[in-house]
């Protein structure tokens, strides 16, 4: 019926939204109740986007219960109705107009509420999304700081202060600026942990906020506090929109949620062999090596980063730039990457930092020559068998 109206919007005025029941009198009392083809036409557009949006949503639940006959797995079509939810400063530049569009046909798997501060910008929101990304790897308590779509540093330990100390001095340079995430509730002590230790950041993300965090954290006019009720992400596909059309593909799942079976798995290669808390502590560094972008190399000690080499073209720079933010931590720590090795270069270049382990996928037509560069510096190496490109 509303498709019908609106198709004869020429002499039908069609209502599906209340907000525009004003208008719409307003131009009757000064029409003497008749409604101009101006808006009857405006009014006739928004039917079809209701109409799109709800035949959407059936599409999508349909497709979610019939059964599959993809032979990839994937949805034959892909359906989506974005509605404009909030109005940007600007983009990725101030020259460039922007907005979020929250889509409609399907609930948001991390509803987030803003609690205080500016509004978000583009970048803002770009980069909440990856610290969700971080959190939702982790099951113990954790932090960890976001710059440019990339962990400058993540750490978890039962003690949620802790977990913030190890995030932020991680790389206190790169950390000024950026956005702060916690997977547990902000408390007073945590609060003012942050404050000490950062000068300037832009948002801070947490399940919930306790009265006084709050109290002292609004001190500060333009921090953002966005509470997020949930970091997983339980719609299946990831996409991405190209010029000519949408990338889809599953989503790769938390590590954690599937941990068992990636022990199970893991194979030491090298003479030297980890056992027992050393291997928690090498799958946590492979953990943080998913959730930085390719090429990614990840040191880390205990439980904490000290060193990320994120977005580069060559493993080889990755591995450079972790050492030289690592420094003297690079002794002893772990590696964590997120693709094989190509080439042994990048493994002579930490064995003259001493690291202790490395832990990797496995599956270069070189790897023979990585574990024996491994073997004459003493190092233990991992392999899982399992890559994690993240582009």
């Known amino acids: 019926m509303l498709r019908s109206a609106a198709k004869n919007?020429?002499?039908?005025?069609?209502?599906?939204?209340?907000?525009?029941?004003?208008?719409?009198?307003?131009?009757?009392d000064a029409n003497k109740s008749s409604v101009t083809g101006e808006l009857r036409f405006d009014l006739a557009q928004k039917v079809f986007e209701r109409t799109s949006a709800y035949d959407a949503v059936i599409s999508q639940y349909l497709a979610a219960h019939k059964k599959k006959t993809d032979t990839e797995g994937l949805p034959a079509q892909f359906v989506s109705h974005f509605k404009k939810a909030q109005a940007l400063r600007y983009g990725e530049n101030p020259h460039q107009k922007a907005a979020?569009?929250?889509?409609?046909?399907?609930?948001?798997?991390?509803?987030?509420?803003?609690?205080?501060?500016?509004e978000l910008s583009y970048n803002n929101l770009l980069d909440i999304e990856a610290t969700l990304d971080v959190l939702a790897e982790f099951s113990a308590p954790a932090a960890c700081v976001i710059?440019?779509?990339?962990?400058?540093?993540?750490?978890?330990?039962?003690?949620?202060?802790?977990?913030?100390?190890?995030?932020?001095?991680?790389?206190?340079?790169?950390?000024?600026?950026?956005?702060?995430?916690l997977n547990r509730s902000c408390d007073l002590k945590t609060a003012q942990k942050i404050l000490e230790k950062l000068g300037f950041f832009e948002v801070l993300i947490a399940p919930s906020f306790k009265a006084a965090a709050l109290k002292v954290l609004k001190e500060r006019k333009n921090l953002r506090l966005i509470e997020v009720d949930d970091f997983r992400d339980a719609y299946?596909?990831?996409?991405?929109?190209?010029?000519?059309?949408?990338?889809?593909?599953?989503?790769?799942?938390?590590i954690r949620e599937r941990m068992a079976k990636l022990k199970k798995k893991l194979r030491f290669v090298t003479k030297a062999k980890l056992t027992?808390?050393?291997?928690?502590?090498?799958?946590?560094?492979f953990q943080c090596s998913k959730v930085v972008k390719s090429n990614a190399i990840i040191l880390t000690q205990g439980k904490r980063t000290v060193g990320v080499g994120a977005g580069q073209m060559s493993r080889v720079d990755s591995m450079q730039i972790a050492l030289s933010k690592a420094g003297y931590l690079a002794e002893g720590c772990y590696i964590g990457s997120d693709a094989f090795f190509p080439m042994p270069d990048s493994i002579e270049i930490a064995a003259k930092h001493k690291v202790k382990a490395i832990i990797q996928p496995g599956g270069s037509i070189r790897d023979a020559d990585v574990i024996a560069a491994c073997d004459a510096a003493g190092i233990a190496m991992a392999f899982t068998g399992e890559r994690h490109f993240r582009h």
Request: hydrophobic share 40%; charged share 25%.
């Open 100 to 118: 979020f569009y929250a889509c409609t046909t399907r609930k948001a798997s991390a509803a987030w509420k803003q609690l205080h501060g500016k």
């Open 147 to 181: 710059k440019h779509n990339n962990p400058c540093g993540i750490a978890t330990d039962p003690d949620l202060v802790k977990a913030v100390e190890g995030a932020i001095d991680s790389d206190a340079l790169s950390a000024f600026g950026g956005i702060v995430g």
């Open 236 to 254: 299946p596909y990831d996409f991405k929109f190209l010029r000519s059309g949408v990338l889809v593909q599953e989503k790769d799942r938390p």
């Open 9 to 28: 919007s020429e002499s039908v005025t069609v209502v599906t939204d209340p907000a525009d029941y004003d208008r719409v009198i307003a131009e009757m």
């Open 276 to 285: 027992g808390a050393e291997i928690d502590a090498l799958l946590f560094a």
